[in-house]
């Protein structure tokens, strides 16, 4: 006879929000992850996880999963993510500390093997296993499906060596079909995960400190959101991932407030029409929840800098499924900067005076989830398809051909009330429903938080644009902290005083073709779209002369030019990284976010930067910029005369 489980409000949760496929195919769920050994805690703490193959939420309930014995018999219940996972946790929610169950249930596996059965609610075989072909009980190693069977997890986490919630260790296949290497995640508070979406060079890697590169960025971060049961607060420029938008959705429907604040285009902009087209009929769909009814409880709540009109395209409203006509949405007449329009309403905006806006000409450039008020999602991608993987093809075939990006995630309470400060600051309320008369967004903003922390004995500092002046204390960092070396890989670079600093430091000197080396090494990689550029720091640090100046950059030319190259990336370098003192004694530093080093950066666009002082973070980010480097053109430090202390 089956174990029924009680499942209580995270199973309640799911169900009441799954999503339903007519038939399931063999296959289309895995049995992915096998803690038949248990924990480092206890060898009771066993956990089972499976893994969605398919680009479609699957509704579970009355799956089951049998061993053959009888023991464990599971009766599923809830919905499983395209692309994620279903964590199943023995007796209790504290098998896997940090990551929620989706399930409870009872019933020891055999340490010797078992044979079980994934089976639908016809009975249909959907996946199976008949014997325990990895894993290690004595140092609670789990058993991970890969490419060709089963291996063994090589990748720690907080109670054992084992991925629960994310994608399998080595060479394992996640549902892109690209290789991931997944090898630094832990769940533990005041962990910090980095990823990457690009190639590494783990060659430099210090000892057990691999990076994670190449890494699906969008299956991450579904992933991360899948946990979600409380609160999710998301800021980001763009969103059009399909992935994305539909674990929003499936959150909200669950019963979790999901708020989403991004940032208002021109809409007379011929240049970004498609695009954002794309993005608003995202929003919409987001606005009407899994229901598709503007007004309910499953609803994701929207707000923007400026106000969003809905799409009103007849075909592209088809292609949704929307009516035709919007009509569920107010229908308004305002004045947006100096232009009167009319539309119908998907998201509000700051308002200058009742019914006028401010123009979306700034933007709101942020890319951050916050997740029950203790994970922090953060960093240079946006949740595009172009952004991770170049062309809707690609996606379709898993291959990671997008612009080259990072993201970073902090499980800390006190950096997530920081991101919520400045959340609520641009929302202008602390619920659901914003506030356009009191919220503020851009120069408007004031500096409302706090900006060192400690995360795991790490000391982590913050800065918001604008307000916080998050460029210049880059600028201060490099003349006070940066002792030995400075690496780059960044985007956009017209700040001239962040130049000077590093002039001083390479060739003691901040005069004009002045100067003599001093020992001090720098590295960096421009994004080809502004090596050429009359303002970017690439024309100063290499010696060339600018077409034109201003006030900001008077075109300070190196007398010795600094080994920087042009980037050699498929797409973009959105990067907008720095890393001081790296592989030093010397106060190893990283400096990431959303933040280019630019006036509009610093002073008008919505941005968060983050310095994260350690040295194993700034490890894994030498790994990368070495690749990156590396195919620029650039000289690399001979392996086994160059080590990281």
Not at 382 to 399: H, K, P, Q
Not at 409 to 430: K, P, R
Request: aromatic share 10%.
């Amino acid at each position: 006879m089956k174990s029924f489980i009680s499942f209580g409000t995270i199973g309640a949760a799911l169900l009441a929000g799954s999503t339903c496929l007519s038939a399931a195919q063999l296959g289309d769920v895995h049995i992915n992850e096998l803690a038949w050994m248990g924990t480092t805690v206890s060898t009771n703490d066993e956990w089972i996880e499976l893994r969605n193959t398919t680009t479609a939420a699957i509704d579970l309930t009355g799956w089951t999963l049998e061993a053959s014995d009888g023991t464990p018999s599971i009766y599923l219940v809830g919905s499983i993510p395209k692309g994620g996972f279903f964590l199943l946790e023995r007796s209790n929610d504290a098998s896997v500390p940090g990551i929620a169950a989706d399930q409870i249930y009872v019933g020891a596996l055999e340490n010797g093997g078992e044979i079980m059965e994934l089976r639908d609610t016809s009975g249909t075989l959907i996946d199976s296993v008949d014997a325990w072909y990895a894993g290690v009980n004595a140092t609670k190693e789990t058993m991970e499906r890969n490419a060709t069977g089963w291996q063994t997890s090589t990748v720690q986490y907080d109670v054992g060596i084992g991925t629960p919630k994310a994608a399998n260790s080595g060479t394992s296949t996640p549902p892109t079909g690209t290789t991931q290497h997944l090898n630094q995640v832990s769940n533990a508070p005041g962990s910090i995960n980095v990823y990457f979406n690009k190639s590494a060079l783990p060659d430099y890697a210090t000892t057990g400190n691999e990076a994670n590169w190449q890494i699906n960025l969008e299956e991450q971060l579904i992933a991360r959101i899948s946990t979600a049961q409380i609160s999710i607060d998301v800021a980001t420029y763009e969103i059009n991932l399909p992935g994305i938008v539909d674990a929003l959705i499936e959150r909200a429907a669950a019963g979790v407030t999901v708020r989403v604040l991004t940032d208002a285009k021109d809409p007379t902009d011929a240049e970004r029409t498609a695009r954002y087209d794309q993005m608003r009929l995202n929003l919409e769909k987001m606005a009407r929840g899994q229901d598709g009814v503007v007004g309910t409880a499953d609803d994701v709540h929207l707000y923007a800098d400026s106000i969003i009109f809905a799409v009103e395209d007849t075909l592209l409203r088809a292609d949704f499924g929307f009516p035709i006509i919007p009509s569920e949405f107010p229908s308004v007449a305002v004045t947006v900067g100096n232009a009167a329009l009319t539309g119908y309403r998907i998201a509000d905006g700051e308002e200058k005076s009742p019914g006028a806006y401010y123009s979306a000409g700034d933007q709101m450039h942020n890319k951050h989830v916050v997740i029950d008020g203790e994970w922090i999602w953060t960093g240079s991608w946006n949740f595009t398809i172009t952004g991770l993987y170049g062309s809707d093809a690609n996606r379709a075939a898993g291959i990671l051909d997008g612009n080259t990006q990072n993201s970073i995630e902090l499980n800390s309470t006190i950096v997530a009330d920081a991101f919520t400060t400045e959340y609520n600051e641009m929302w202008g309320d602390i619920g659901t429903v914003p506030n356009p008369t009191v919220s503020n967004f851009h120069s408007r903003k004031i500096d409302n938080t706090p900006h060192v922390f400690d995360v795991g004995g790490r000391t982590v500092e913050l800065y918001f644009s604008p307000g916080d002046n998050a460029v210049g204390n880059v600028t201060s960092m490099v003349q006070t902290n940066a002792d030995v070396s400075a690496y780059f890989s960044i985007f956009a670079w017209s700040d001239q005083a962040l130049v000077d600093a590093l002039k001083v430091k390479w060739e003691g000197s901040g005069l004009d073709l002045q100067g003599t080396l001093t020992g001090f090494d720098i590295k960096g990689v421009f994004d080809a779209s502004f090596w050429n550029q009359w303002w970017s720091a690439s024309v100063d640090m290499t010696g060339r002369t600018a077409s034109q100046t201003s006030v900001n950059n008077p075109n300070t030319r190196w007398a010795n030019p600094a080994p920087v190259f042009i980037d050699a990336e498929v797409r973009k370098l959105h990067s907008k990284t720095m890393l001081i003192d790296a592989c030093t004694a010397s106060d190893p530093t990283v400096v990431i976010g959303s933040t280019n080093w630019s006036a509009n950066g610093n002073d008008v666009n919505d941005e968060n930067m983050l310095y994260i002082h350690d040295s194993a973070i700034a490890n894994q980010f030498v790994q990368q910029f070495f690749a990156r480097y590396q195919a620029a053109g650039g000289s690399l430090p001979v392996l086994g005369t160059w080590t990281c202390p």
